[in-house]
C-alpha cells in the first residue's frame, strides 16, 4: 500500500498478557517512529529507529516495552505483562530522510489497546 | 512539562470566515514546527510547517505564522470549509525528528 500499515487495529487484552504490535512503514523510508496518545492528548514520542538502528528509545515508559526493526523495514513494539494504564492508541511514523531531515513524517491509523 | 502548548481545546468557526488556531511553545531549541490534521479513528495528517529561520509560510488555504520572540506559532485557514473540521495538532521538533505534539484543538466549521 501506499502509506504506513499497523496491525492489529484493535487489541483487547487482559491485565499481564504480552501483546505485539506491527508496523509496515512506506516503502524506502528510513526513519520509523512510535507514538503513544492517551485520551484526549497529542502523540508523545516513544522509540525512533533509522533504518535498523534504534537510535533513541528515551520515551519508552518502561523496560517492559521493547521496540524492534530487525531489517530495516517492519517494526515490532512489544508490551509485555500489561498493565491499564498502557491503555492507549500506538502510532506508527516513517518519513522519508533520516537525522536531519525536513521529510515530514507519515503516520499510520493507530492500534487502539485496551488492556482489561 | 508541557512543551508545546494548545491552550484551546476547541474552535468553531462559520463556513467562508478565517479559522485562526494558536500554539506557544517554551523550549527555544525547537527549529522545525509542523501541522497535522487528524480525523477520528485515523492517524495524523501533515498538513504544514515552518522552519525556525521563517516566519511565515503559505500553502493553499492553509498559512502558518511563526513568531519567535514570543515563542507562538498560528495557523491560519482561509476560507474555512467544512472539510477542514478535525483535531489540529501543533508539533515541534529539535535535532533529528523527534516530534513534540500539543493536545489539539478541534475545529469544527459550521456550514
Known amino acids: 500500500g501506499a502509506g504506513v500499515s499497523q496491525s492489529p487495529r484493535y487489541k483487547v487484552a487482559k491485565r499481564g498478557q504480552d501483546v505485539a504490535l506491527r508496523c509496515d512503514p512506506i516503502?524506502?523510508?528510513?526513519?520509523l517512529f512510535w507514538y503513544q496518545q492517551a485520551l484526549g492528548q497529542g502523540p508523545e514520542f516513544l522509540t525512533y529507529?533509522?533504518?535498523?538502528?534504534?537510535?533513541?528509545k528515551s520515551g519508552l515508559p518502561s523496560d517492559r516495552f521493547f521496540a524492534e526493526r530487525p531489517e530495516g523495514s517492519v517494526s515490532t513494539l512489544k508490551i509485555q505483562r500489561t498493565q491499564q494504564e498502557d491503555s492507549a492508541v500506538y502510532l506508527c511514523?516513517?518519513?522519508?530522510?533520516?537525522?536531519?531531515?525536513?521529510?515530514?513524517?507519515?503516520f499510520g491509523d493507530g492500534t487502539r489497546l485496551s488492556i482489561l | 512539562d508541557q512543551q508545546v502548548k494548545q491552550n484551546s481545546p476547541s474552535l468553531s468557526v462559520q463556513e467562508g470566515r478565517i479559522s485562526i488556531l494558536n500554539c506557544d511553545y517554551t523550549n527555544s531549541m525547537f527549529d522545525y514546527f509542523l501541522w497535522y490534521k487528524k480525523y477520528p479513528a485515523e492517524g495524523p495528517t501533515f498538513l504544514i510547517s515552518?522552519?525556525?529561520?521563517?516566519d511565515k509560510n503559505e500553502d493553499g488555504r492553509f498559512t502558518v505564522f511563526l513568531n519567535k520572540s514570543a515563542k507562538h506559532l498560528s495557523l491560519h485557514i482561509v476560507p474555512s470549509q467544512p472539510g477542514d473540521s478535525a483535531v489540529y495538532f501543533c508539533?515541534?521538533?529539535?535535532?533529528?525528528?523527534?516530534?513534540?505534539f500539543g493536545t489539539g484543538t478541534k475545529l469544527q466549521v459550521i456550514p
Open positions: 511514523a516513517s518519513s522519508l530522510d533520516g537525522e536531519g531531515s525536513n521529510q515530514p513524517q507519515h
Open positions: 508539533a515541534a521538533r529539535t535535532g533529528y525528528q523527534k516530534v513534540t
Open positions: 515552518i522552519s525556525s529561520i521563517k
Open positions: 529507529f533509522q533504518n535498523e538502528a534504534q537510535l533513541d
Open positions: 516503502s524506502g523510508h528510513v526513519s
